[in-house]
């Protein structure tokens, strides 16, 4: 079993930055993919990055590319996600997901590739 555990979240203004952690225990390993999606009230969960872990190849969902940056470290099994930019948009809750297996880069983006979740992070973004 893996748990995972997201910190970071919390409330910036437009144009703010914030930078979210997802930690894994248990039988983390270190040959999988993890990935982060986000849900916003009243909206289906989306993708919004990921990692593969065998060739630290990243993919990120279009409304985030180009502001959100994904980084690891390896003795930590702890993935970064650093968001710049932030807009009342990008307000949502903020999971962390992961498989143990390295995932073909069209299946990165589907929350139904992941086997753990963790339980979210709030992110809000308000003046």
């Known amino acids: 079993q893996v748990q995972l555990l997201e910190t970071g979240g919390g409330l910036v203004q437009p144009g703010g930055s914030l930078r979210l952690s997802c930690a894994a225990s248990g039988r983390a390993g270190n040959s999988y993919t993890m990935g982060w999606f986000r849900q916003a009230p009243g909206k289906e969960r989306a993708f919004v990055a990921a990692i593969r872990w065998g060739d630290s190849k990243k993919s990120y969902g279009a409304p985030v590319k180009d502001r959100f940056t994904l980084s690891r470290d390896n003795d930590k099994n702890t993935v970064y996600l650093q968001m710049n930019s932030l807009q009342p948009e990008d307000t949502a809750v903020y999971y962390c997901?992961?498989?143990?297996?390295?995932?073909?880069?069209?299946?990165?983006?589907?929350?139904?590739?992941?086997?753990?979740w963790g339980q979210g992070t709030q992110v809000t973004v308000s003046s």
């Open positions: 997901a992961s498989t143990r297996r390295n995932l073909i880069l069209s299946a990165v983006a589907q929350e139904t590739s992941y086997d753990y």
